[in-house]
């Protein structure tokens, strides 16, 4: 069921909470678009079934009571309750120890962020190092575009908190509506592209939105699964904006007038049911719609239903509703598209060490015991203090002594001839402090989130030692944070490749017919400096052959385009920047044989470990010094050196200012071989002289580096 219905015992029909018969639901659709929603709907029961299952794996609670209290534990979750008035004297409060501890590893995690790092191999499975690099050009300007850092640190404290953290890569067109002003003064309404919410987005999926049909199909295995349902409860505004007017009935109705807030629908099946009910959707107000994604990779299916209805073609439906994200494969001797689940999928630490279970186990999770017996004992110190600073007193009176009076400052009485002696707590406040101080140590062995010391005084070897136990650590949580880049890097490959290799038919010349195609401006750093790489997608170079020095003159011409050269009639430079200066590369890209690449992404999890523990700088430090050892300075070129790792490393923002200067037409010249003309022939060794020119897809003016 899509909502919750209570039925006839002896018909088996359908009720209202009233105990009266639903009446049927005025969407009817045609009797397959019935059996998918019954299929839908069955699927969904057994996503919400396994949601609200306890697991053993889970300590016994559900998958949503093990995320609601790993998320209380961040939290420092207190919550309000009823307090009798002589008890609020109490400590009610809790320390944020957990909360501190798992925020070091987000600062951590976070601090070692990278972007994935991509290869490229063409139909005969030869690696292409020019075209892997446009694609990671590509992709890191697509993510950052997508506010890729802060959702970075989402991703990584999404893990750290929840059983599992999943991420959304899709590819949005969003339309606004603007108001251009015409010559007579009066505005006209269009319909415009929104820029600022257009293109790549990533999206952090709320756990309890992903709705798995086995919870045992492996962890993080995503797409092996049958179906993913996605579940979200929006607003009937938000949802009419983006579901009206798309989707008709064989009437030609706009299918969403049948959605209503606050309102789904169920299917019953049966010899004599075969129909939609209105029901009440009780996870929602009147002003909400449930919105119901379901997704088939094996079948390459994806449906939408809101409130019930399906926005969606009816028409033939399971062959008219393709899979929305899509990856470029080579099946045979033909390329085609394959559906993708748009998810990725990873955590903080294994859970079940055969990798059966779907989830993995949170920060949150292994801190939970240790933080509950911290704050209980914190309590019971603060208490304890209270009454040992404040004490209440004895004194001769009423013989009536229960917890009403025995407060701090409180005075009560006992039967006459007792002694007056005030409440002492002795030895018991100093074992409690002390069981405070045990579990902070033990809460930082389960994480090992001590801060390593800095103090100059430390021992190296202490300091060396902690550095490596905490490498040890961290070095779990990178390999699962690497895994999350990968995929995240992998689905944005998919979108590049469907969305920015596209060409739209270019009327703008009378009688003529052309495709248009997309240029993307990123700008890198790359050995401390900053570059600015511009990409053209360019039909120019389809089913065109050249020759080596045909392949060479377009480089010198995008070349000259990069550096704003000018040259006389005779191929004479008149004006322009120097070519060994430039800070602006261009690259023509054959859009056809560039989505015919497979990409495979990999990420340096020692990479990762290494940023994260701040120890990068250290071991290029170490790493230098080798180098400039004066057993290895013979065997190294000493200028090479200097410029990776100390330079680059430390010369700013323009680290070639403090480079050694030479004559650049001399240096040109001698790696051109002597031919200083511009028909002449380019580098030899440079990331631009592909290996199989006629095959790559890319043509750039990387004469340099």
């Excluded at 020019?130 to 697509?142: G, H, P």
Aim: net charge negative; with cysteine; hydrophobic share 35%.
């Amino acid at each position: 069921m899509i909502g919750q219905i209570i039925t006839d015992p002896k018909t088996g029909l359908p009720l209202d909470h009233a105990g009266n018969r639903l009446a049927l639901s005025s969407y009817q659709p045609p009797t397959e678009v019935l059996e998918l929603f019954a299929k839908v709907q069955r699927d969904y029961q057994i996503g919400y079934q396994l949601q609200h299952r306890p697991f053993k794996e889970f300590d016994g609670l559900t998958l949503l009571d093990r995320a609601k209290r790993d998320q209380e534990t961040f939290a420092a979750y207190v919550g309000c309750e009823y307090v009798a008035a002589h008890k609020r004297w109490r400590w009610k409060g809790r320390k944020n120890t957990a909360r501190n501890k798992i925020i070091y590893i987000l600062a951590r995690a976070i601090a070692g962020m990278l972007y994935p790092y991509v290869s490229a191999k063409n139909e005969k499975n030869e690696q292409d190092k020019m075209t892997a690099r446009v694609m990671q050009i590509l992709e890191q300007n697509f993510l950052e575009k997508a506010d890729y850092e802060v959702n970075y640190l989402y991703m990584a404290l999404s893990a750290l908190v929840n059983p599992a953290v999943f991420v959304e890569v899709e590819f949005v067109e969003a339309l606004q509506t603007i108001k251009v002003k015409l010559a007579d003064g009066t505005y006209d309404v269009q319909q415009a592209v929104d820029e600022l919410l257009s293109g790549l987005n990533l999206n952090i999926v709320p756990i309890d939105e992903i709705f798995l049909p086995d919870f045992f199909s492996g962890t993080g295995k995503l797409q092996n699964l049958p179906c993913i349902l996605r579940v979200r409860r929006i607003s009937y505004d938000y949802a009419k904006s983006i579901h009206a007017g798309k989707h008709f009935d064989k009437n030609g109705k706009d299918l969403f007038d049948h959605v209503q807030a606050g309102k789904t629908r169920i299917f019953i099946a049966g010899q004599e049911n075969q129909t939609l009910y209105d029901i009440e959707w009780t996870e929602a107000d009147a002003d909400y719609v449930q919105e119901i994604t379901a997704m088939y990779r094996s079948e390459d299916l994806e449906v939408t239903f809101v409130g019930g209805v399906g926005m969606f073609d009816e028409e033939n439906v399971y062959n008219s509703n393709p899979m929305t994200h899509r990856r470029m494969t080579l099946i045979k001797d033909q390329w085609l598209s394959i559906p993708v689940y748009p998810y990725a999928m990873s955590g903080f630490e294994p859970r079940d060490p055969a990798r059966r279970f779907a989830y993995f186990r949170s920060a949150a999770e292994k801190e939970f015991w240790d933080d509950a017996t911290l704050n209980k004992m914190h309590q019971l110190a603060v208490d304890g203090t209270y009454l040992d600073v404040i004490k209440p007193t004895i004194v001769s009176g009423l013989a009536k002594v229960d917890s009403t009076v025995m407060v701090p400052g409180g005075t009560f009485g006992v039967p006459a001839g007792s002694n007056v002696q005030q409440y002492s707590l002795g030895p018991n406040l100093v074992g409690a402090w002390n069981a405070v101080d045990r579990q902070d140590k033990d809460m930082n062995d389960s994480t090992k989130s001590d801060p390593v010391s800095n103090n100059p005084n430390e021992s190296a070897t202490k300091t060396n030692a902690a550095l490596q136990q905490a490498r040890l650590f961290f070095g779990v949580f990178g390999v699962f944070l690497a895994s999350l880049i990968k995929q995240v890097g992998e689905l944005t490959s998919d979108i590049i490749v469907m969305h920015a290799t596209i060409g739209d038919l270019d009327m703008s010349t009378p009688g003529a017919l052309a495709m248009k195609y997309k240029t993307f401006l990123a700008h890198t750093k790359e050995k401390g400096k900053k570059m600015t790489h511009r990409i053209v997608f360019s039909d120019r170079h389809m089913n065109k052959k050249y020759t080596d020095k045909q392949l060479m003159d377009n480089r010198w011409r995008i070349s000259d385009v990069a550096n704003n050269v000018k040259r006389d009639g005779k191929g004479k430079k008149i004006s322009g920047e120097n070519e060994m200066e430039s800070d602006q590369l261009i690259y023509e890209v054959n859009p056809y044989q560039f989505a015919r690449y497979t990409y495979a992404h990999d990420i340096d999890v020692d990479m990762i470990v290494m940023k994260s523990m701040g120890a990068e700088r250290d071991e290029k430090a170490r790493a230098f010094a080798m180098m400039s050892d004066p057993r290895v300075l013979p065997f190294t070129d000493a200028k090479a050196v200097a410029e990776d790792f100390v330079i680059d490393e430390y010369g700013g923002d323009d680290p070639d200012k403090y480079k050694k200067k030479g004559n650049s037409s001399d240096m040109l010249n001698s790696m051109m071989g002597g031919q200083g003309n511009p028909g002449g022939s380019p580098p030899t060794q440079t990331p631009g002289a592909i290996g199989a020119p006629v095959v790559s897809p890319i043509q750039q003016n990387q004469l340099t580096h």
